[in-house]
Every structure is written in C-alpha cells, then in structure tokens.
C-alpha cells in the first residue's frame, strides 16, 4: 500500500516558477517509476514526467521539456517537479503517481496509487 500527498501548488505568474512535492509513505523500490499527470478543466488527464526511483532515468512530455525538472529524494521519499518558465497554459490540477505496475510509463492507467492533487494556476 503506497499513499501519495501533494503540496506546492498555487497561483503564479507567467514565466515563474513553482515546486511540488510528492510524500510517499509505503517502500518504494530502486526499480520503480513514480510520474507526474496534470489535468485541465475539460481535459483529460495527461503525462508531465517520470522518474526512475534509482534517479538515472527521467521522462517528459514534450511540452515541459527544458522547462520542468522531475527529481527525488530517497531518503524523504519524496518526489518533486520543478516547473520554471511556466506558461498559461501549464494551469491545472497535478497529480502525483505510482509506483507504475505494468504497461506505459506515460498512461495513466499503468498506475496503481494517487494523491489527491494539487491546483496550478498560471495568470498571463
């Protein structure tokens, strides 16, 4: 059983910056993906990053390449996502995800546990 809580959200600028967290309580294994999904009013919801827990592999949509950072802390078990340069359109709620049980690393449903979300809201 893994349980994910969120924080960091808010309202920013354009061009800011902000950071999520993601607390994991449960064991969290070297080998497993924990990612990031996001979901915008009439959306559905999508893939922002992921994160190999041993930290040597990160993914990206391409729409927050250059612009996000997903990283993490082994011993907080935590993740984080740090969104610089963030953009209007970056405005949603963000979810954090895992570990990942089988398929896709960029589909929500090869994921087991969510947390509860965060608001991003990005003024222009």
């Known amino acids: 059983q893994v349980q994910l809580v969120e924080s960091g959200g808010g309202l920013v600028q354009a061009g800011g910056s902000l950071r999520l967290s993601c607390a994991a309580s449960g064991r969290i294994f070297s080998s497993h993906i924990m990612g990031w999904f996001r979901q915008a009013p009439g959306k559905e919801r999508e893939f922002v990053a992921a994160?190999?827990?041993?930290?040597?592999?990160?993914y990206y949509a391409d729409s927050v390449k250059g612009r996000f950072t997903i990283s993490r802390d082994n011993a907080k078990n935590t993740v984080y996502l740090q969104m610089n340069s963030l953009k209007p359109e970056d405005t949603a709620v963000y979810y954090c995800a895992g570990p990942r049980i089988s398929g896709s690393l960029y589909l929500r449903n090869s994921y087991n546990y969510w947390g509860q979300g965060t608001q991003v809201t990005v003024s222009s």
């Open positions: 994160i190999l827990w041993s930290g040597r592999s990160t």
